[in-house]
């Protein structure tokens, strides 16, 4: 049984940075495409950055890119997000996803398969 749980959300400055993590168990990873999503209160779920984990290729979203730092160790099972230099509207709840294949192009909801519950990052001005 596949199960992602992220970890490391929460109150933060603006300027700050924070790492999530996403602990992944009952997954095989090779090939496997990981993600990271948000979802602001009110609006919807979005992409934000993906790995390949074979080929440690990375995509990320115009909106965040030069920010944010995906990677993964699987030797400890588990993928991070690494924010600097929050914003107030980073203030989200983030997610990370699992798809079982190479990654698709852009960063979309139904290519995912599994998710985790989220973790919640709150950044004040």
């Known amino acids: 049984q596949v199960q992602l749980v992220e970890s490391g959300g929460g109150s933060v400055q603006a300027g700050g940075s924070l790492r999530l993590s996403c602990s992944v168990s009952g997954l095989g990873f090779w090939g496997t495409c990981m993600a990271w999503f948000r979802q602001a209160a009110g609006n919807e779920r979005v992409g934000i950055a993906k790995?390949?984990?074979?080929?440690?290729?990375?995509y990320y979203a115009d909106s965040v890119k030069g920010r944010l730092t995906i990677s993964q160790d699987w030797a400890k099972n588990t993928l991070y997000l690494q924010i600097d230099s929050l914003k107030p509207e980073d203030t989200a709840k983030y997610y990370c996803?699992?798809?079982?294949?190479?990654?698709?192009?852009?960063?979309?909801?139904?290519?995912?398969?599994?998710w985790g519950q989220g973790t919640q990052v709150t950044v004040s001005s």
């Open positions: 996803a699992a798809r079982l294949t190479d990654c698709a192009p852009g960063l979309s909801l139904p290519d995912f398969t599994y």
């Open positions: 790995i390949l984990s074979n080929t440690d290729t990375t």
